[in-house]
């Protein structure tokens, strides 16, 4: 548990490496002692080569922790500090794919929660989804070939990709071109409002009425569990690695006179 304000959040993380040889997702819950009651969610799935992907998303990981942790409340703003870290992760991946057998790239899903103010940000394909009062009110939209087409209305299109170029991304850190970074947020926080950071290895296997009952219903850490046995079994042996991260907001205990 972590005190943020007037909430305790209640967070867990969770990896598989599915079927596949490396574990290339990477997943962190990083505090401040800088900033306190601040704190940051972050997944990075990186992908390119056999070596490739693991450093890019450690680069993320990495390059997160630094900026977050020497972040003060006088600093710039949340919003800054996620652009900052989006850039800087970005520039030295693209400088790292000098030296890797195949361009490495990674997806980002950070969030930054504090008080009643939560701010995220996100390239790539790895999914935030926030819920409140058992309903999804947002969740992000993914930077992928077939996603493109289906905002452009050509949705047949979109159906042929998503079965054919699933995996093929049209934004992500270290990409050679510079990347789509979306930000949104809510200063409107209460309690028993739920958010799940997942790489695609997890969400792959879920619609959304499933992960609102899920996580609802279960506390963090029975929620990870059942979400990760429910994607290893659906994977039937050719699972990806997978990465999540669930904080729930919960009131804080009464204080004892």
């Known amino acids: 548990m972590i005190g943020v304000s ?15 040889q490396e574990q290339q ?11 306190p009651g601040a704190l940051l969610a972050i997944v990075a799935d990186g992908m ?3 070596t490739g992907g693991r450093i890019a998303a450690d680069q993320v990981v990495a390059t997160a922790e630094n900026l977050f942790k020497d972040m003060t409340e006088r600093d710039s703003t949340f919003r800054d500090m996620l652009l900052h870290l989006a850039a800087e992760a ?17 997806t980002l899903c950070a969030l930054i929660v504090k008080k ?21 009110i947002h969740r992000t939209e993914d930077h992928t070939y077939a996603e493109q087409l289906r905002l452009e209305g050509r949705h047949e299109d979109a159906e042929l990709a998503a079965a054919r170029y699933k995996n ?30 997942t790489s695609d290895g997890l969400w792959a296997y ?12 279960l506390p963090p850490r029975e929620a990870s569990e059942r979400l990760v046995t429910l994607a290893r079994e659906r994977g039937e042996g050719r699972g990806d690695n997978l990465s999540l991260a669930i904080i729930k907001l919960e009131p804080q205990p009464k204080s004892r006179r």
């Not at 997702?25 to 900033?35: G, L, Q």
Request: net charge neutral.
């Open 6 to 20: 007037s909430f305790k959040v209640n967070v867990c993380v969770a990896q598989h490496i599915g079927d596949r």
């Open 25 to 35: 997702d990477r997943v962190a819950i990083i505090t401040s002692p800088r900033n």
């Open 48 to 50: 390119g080569g056999r």
């Open 90 to 106: 970005h520039t030295v991946i693209r400088l790292s794919a000098i030296s890797a057998e195949k361009e490495p790239h990674s």
């Open 116 to 136: 009643n103010y939560a701010i995220w940000a996100h390239a790539g394909d790895s999914r935030l989804y926030f819920f409140r009062g058992g309903r999804l």
């Open 168 to 197: 093929i991304l049209v934004s992500a850190l270290g990409i050679n071109k510079k990347p789509k970074i979306v930000i949104n947020e809510d200063s409107t926080l209460r309690e028993g409002d739920i958010f799940l950071l």
């Open 206 to 217: 879920f619609e959304d009425d499933e992960l609102v009952e899920i996580l609802h219903q």
